[in-house]
């Protein structure tokens, strides 16, 4: 019974609200969720005091007792060097060793995805893992790839990344032959920088893959592809110019509706038909995002997440590990090699 | 007395509303602007008959006859190439040879800056014209250097984006010191890829420019520089994000309000107050972007643009000619070179 449990290790010291929001998002999971378990590594006292005060299934909530914590401002590759007991790197190492089978946490991106690569490790034939978020667009969402921090990627490495977005797309967003676009500055193949020039034919000639051509900034948010491929540093201005473009609307929006007394009538009427709207386009809601290509689940989800979201990033976790894409990848990048 | 007339040499064939937005829009420029001439370069019959239907000072409006058109989408180099009677074409050369002060298309981008390059020229010492539109921002608006069609540009280029950017921003727009930041995937001095690793150095130690450091895509739209420096495949995917992301939000924002009768009527009051908040956050209303660098002005209007767009931008072309940034560019960037 207990080995076909999701076994999730997570990080409870990582996030703004860490540990109190990762031990309740725990137990949100496990309560919601009966096929996961969930190990959380971090300060035994503090996670123990915090497990107190709630009823769920002893059995599923294991804490795992480290000493030392990872902060966000901390160098990624001295940190994950230098704190071998810290709840992040345990963490890893639970996946890394087979005991858990994916990793989730709110801490040092940069610290994740250095551990998730030199921990964890890369899948045999995966020249580079990629961060790839889901983003809300018109039609309902699309996967943005590489948004990690590894710039300055080639050419063979951006043609991976498509190819694994795909796979994430198809068998964990359950999109059918999703449309891959390259994030490019024209529609026209000739169109682009040295790198997204030379990745075009290899987009087209790849196998597996729906590639629709070229798509450009304006059109990602109207949902024209199911998968976004791009390098990580343009990957990274697209994600944040969402959160920035979106958080200025509202801002003017909200300073729209408090204008007058009249304003603010026609809000009390408005406001919850906004709200409705525009739910499922915050990009928190979609918190969780996997570095890709590792051989196990790595996940990260958002230093300010709150416990609804930790549970779902929980749940998500299965669902990713229950696709089976990391074997679809292994294969993949496996056979690719063979070939060689 | 006709000396001092700001003389500009308008594509009258650029554009989707060409030629009538184009004769229309210099109709009310010169009514509204008794210091602009304007030389209209198209069809003669079609520019006369669209003239020929309004009252204006007849010595500041000519027609320049020219019997080819460049079509957005041929190729620039070829389209600049072989239609040497083209409107773009021949208004360029008007630059170049100094009968007109400042160049103004609707037309296609690419044929404008390679035209403007290689017609107009650049300035000694510029490696590379940048095209810098403002952006609308939280806080009024800023520059976005560079969004050409020249990617993969060299740290030495994007340094000079930066300094003419700041010109530009200081002396047009009129903001004292403008913050000069780079655009990166993090704060800190050391993050980025290749390029902009090589060039926060340079901006660092620059004199003349008020470098405030890198600065996050999400912080741009609220306003954490005046002039927002990048190479030109990143700035065209900003540039469109804004576009693309604000779109999608009038459309949820739309049809939140259109859900059913009482979000209708809360819309009809908060509708006036709604838009007055959004006015200043279309691109469209910033439409000329120069290309900064060149000889001559040389002045991109967007192709949906209409008649009080086409009107604004032959003002602003006044002046930006009589702010004489391009006389401090040849200095600054003459000087440079005396100094090698």
Chains 1, 2 share one sequence.
Do not use: W
């Not at 991976?160 to 967003?173: D, K, P, T």
């Not at 997204?196 to 051509?213: D, R, S, T």
């Not at 809000?267 to 290509?293: H, N, Q, R, S």
């Amino acid at each position: 019974m207990s080995n076909k449990l999701c076994r999730i290790a997570l990080d409870g010291m990582g996030g703004d609200g860490a540990p109190s929001v990762m031990v309740e998002g725990a137990v949100a999971a496990v309560k919601e969720d009966s096929g996961i378990e969930i190990h959380i590594t971090g300060d035994e006292e503090a996670l123990n005091r915090e497990l107190s005060g709630h009823e769920y299934d002893k059995d599923r909530i294991i804490v795992v007792p480290t000493t030392e914590v990872i902060e966000t401002a901390e160098p990624p590759v001295v940190a994950v060097h230098n704190k071998k007991d810290s709840s992040m790197v345990r963490a890893l190492y639970l996946v890394k060793n087979g005991e858990c089978d994916a990793y989730l946490s709110a801490g040092s991106t940069g610290a994740t995805l250095v551990g998730g690569q030199i921990i964890v490790g890369r899948i045999k034939g995966v020249e580079r893992p990629a961060l790839a978020p889901v983003i809300p667009t018109e039609k309902g969402v699309s996967v943005l790839i590489d948004c990690g921090a590894n710039v300055d990627a080639r050419a063979s490495q951006v043609l991976q990344f498509a190819q694994m977005g795909s796979l994430y797309s198809e068998n964990v967003i359950g999109v059918k032959k999703p449309r891959v676009g390259l994030v490019n500055i024209g529609a026209e193949e000739e169109k682009g920088n040295a790198l997204v020039k030379e990745v075009y034919p290899l987009l087209k000639e790849c196998p597996g893959i729906n590639f629709v051509g070229n798509v450009e900034a304006r059109d990602i948010s109207a949902g024209v592809a199911d998968v976004v491929v791009c390098e990580a540093f343009v990957g990274n201005v697209i994600l944040k110019m969402y959160e920035g473009v979106a958080s200025t609307f509202y801002h003017l929006l909200k300073n729209a509706l408090l204008t007058n007394a009249v304003s603010k009538a026609g809000a009390l009427l408005v406001k919850p038909y906004i709200k409705e709207a525009m739910k499922d386009f915050t990009m928190t809601k979609y918190g969780a995002a996997p570095l890709l290509g590792c051989k196990g689940l790595v996940m990260k989800t958002h230093g300010s997440c709150d416990v609804t979201e930790v549970k779902n990033s929980l749940i998500q976790c299965r669902e990713f590990v229950e696709s089976g894409i990391t074997g679809r990848m292994e294969e993949l990048f496996g056979t690719a090699l063979k070939g060689r």
